[in-house]
């Protein structure tokens, strides 16, 4: 073989690797670019979205907390004027909404529920599915969740979520906004027909529904691992209910 054509064998496959290289680098790079974006996107997800949220699960926990603890419904729906009758069920409907509204909103952005190796993310969506659990459960195998009261299934937690928001479906709608659709949307308002129907029995019944129970400490769970350092609700105002045995 000649000296040439020895070269010309070397030069070629120099710049076959070459080439081979320059493809897998820029394969590579293509990868680390769009683990990059995605990640970025599930910052800046959480960081527009982790303060409603929290807000949403406190304000709910807060309601159960005072139901239970303190006897709001009977104060306020069974004993109160017309107004305070109102407020009792409408309030308590709009924060369940709101917090199935909050969940939804993560739920369709950025692909939420696969986002990869995050374990803070895996955490919140394990959070989330434990809540959805208290209020899927009809009481097979478990005689605490008998009662029957609060029972929200699946499909029904994210059709609330869905009518809770927004024409663009960026956040929920607000307290008036809710009110005025209860009152003169039928269609919005027999979603909430059955939660309604709850609201009542509980304000006459001698005890208290251990899915409330239940459901006030699975929404301090995602508290506690949304606010660690308690920086948005310290440690005083995170009281926990306690179990049915204990009261």
Do not use: K
């Amino acid at each position: 073989m000649s000296t040439e054509l020895i070269v010309a064998s070397l030069s070629g496959a120099v710049a076959l690797g070459s080439a081979w290289f320059t493809a897998r680098s820029g394969r590579r790079q293509a990868l680390l670019a769009h683990e990059l974006e995605s990640r970025t996107a599930q910052q800046d997800l959480m960081g527009r979205h982790r303060d409603p949220l929290l807000w949403a699960a406190y304000d709910l926990q807060s309601r159960l907390y005072n139901i239970v603890d303190r006897g709001f419904l009977q104060m306020y729906l069974r004993d109160g004027s017309s107004r305070e009758r109102a407020y009792a069920r409408r309030s308590t409907l709009h924060v369940l909404g709101e917090y199935l509204g909050r969940v939804e909103i993560l739920r369709r952005g950025v692909q939420f529920l696969d986002l990869g190796d995050s374990t803070v993310n895996r955490r919140i969506v394990g959070h989330f599915t434990a809540i959805s659990n208290v209020l899927n459960n009809d009481g097979g195998g478990n005689t605490r969740f008998l009662d029957g009261h609060f029972v929200i299934f699946r499909s029904d937690q994210r059709a609330i979520g869905e009518l809770m928001l927004t024409a663009d479906g960026t956040s929920c709608l607000g307290y008036v906004e809710f009110c005025r659709r209860l009152d003169e949307d039928p269609e919005f308002a027999e979603w909430f027909g059955p939660l309604s129907d709850s609201l009542e029995a509980v304000a006459r019944a001698q005890g208290v529904p251990y899915r409330l129970i239940a459901l006030q400490h699975a929404l301090m769970n995602l508290i506690d691992l949304l606010d660690p350092r308690a920086e948005r609700f310290p440690d005083h105002r995170r009281s926990r209910l306690g179990r049915p045995s204990e009261r």
